[in-house]
Each structure stands twice: as structure tokens, then as C-alpha cells.
């Protein structure tokens, strides 16, 4: 079946870096766009950064521009956000989606807390 799992997330200070991974399996990976989504407590899911299927494009909220870096490993199944000088704002649950026209997958969620 479609799985997506991430992991990475955690308690880290301002300033920080976290590095989100994402690993899929149950459907044709390389044949997917993925992106990370954040939800904060009380507050819509919004999009973090997009990645097209082979990786040669990427696409940012204004917010994390030049601060989170969204890439992909087509041979490993995974998708990865390395995220730098995280703020309080940043803290959220993490999640990875997997979309073509017709299809969209979601995983669990990781949750990152950033608190001195």
C-alpha cells in the first residue's frame, strides 16, 4: 500500500537546522511531484516547498526562501527539507505529499518544535 513516512522533526533552537526526510514506497515515486505542507496548532496546512519529478525544479513559500532547501532521491524513494535558521514561527507538523493529476498522498507528519 501507498506509504509515506517522515521523520527528522524535533526540538531544536532558533537559529537551528533540521533535516526532514520523507521516505515513500507502494507507488511510482519517480512519477510524482512532491512537496512539504506545515500545519501550526489553530492555523490552516500550508504549502512549504514544491519539488517536480526529476528533481530540476523547486518552488518555495516567500518564508522560507533562501532558508529551507526541498530536494529529492529518486533511487532512495525519499524526499528530503533540510531547514536553516529556523524561527519560533517554523514550528509546526511536518507533513510530505506525493500529487499527479489524479492522484495525492500524504504521510503522517513530524513535528518540529523550535524553543530555546
Known amino acids: 500500500q501507498v506509504q509515506l513516512v517522515e521523520s527528522g522533526g524535533g526540538l531544536v533552537q532558533p537559529g537551528g537546522s533540521l533535516r526532514l526526510s520523507c521516505a515513500a514506497s507502494?507507488?511510482?515515486?519517480?512519477?510524482?511531484?512532491m512537496s512539504w505542507y506545515r500545519q501550526a496548532p489553530g492555523k490552516e496546512r500550508k504549502l512549504v516547498a514544491t519539488?517536480?519529478?526529476?528533481?530540476?525544479?523547486?518552488n518555495y513559500a516567500d518564508s522560507m526562501k533562501g532558508r529551507f532547501t526541498i530536494s529529492r532521491d529518486n533511487t532512495k524513494n525519499t524526499v528530503y527539507l533540510q531547514m536553516n535558521s529556523l524561527k519560533p514561527e517554523d514550528a509546526a507538523v511536518y507533513y510530505c505529499?506525493?500529487?499527479?493529476?489524479?492522484?495525492?498522498?500524504w504521510g503522517q507528519g513530524t513535528q518540529v518544535i523550535v524553543s530555546s
Open positions: 505529499n506525493a500529487r499527479t493529476n489524479t492522484d495525492d498522498y
Open positions: 519539488i517536480t519529478t526529476t528533481g530540476g525544479s523547486t
Open positions: 507502494g507507488f511510482t515515486f519517480s512519477s510524482f511531484a
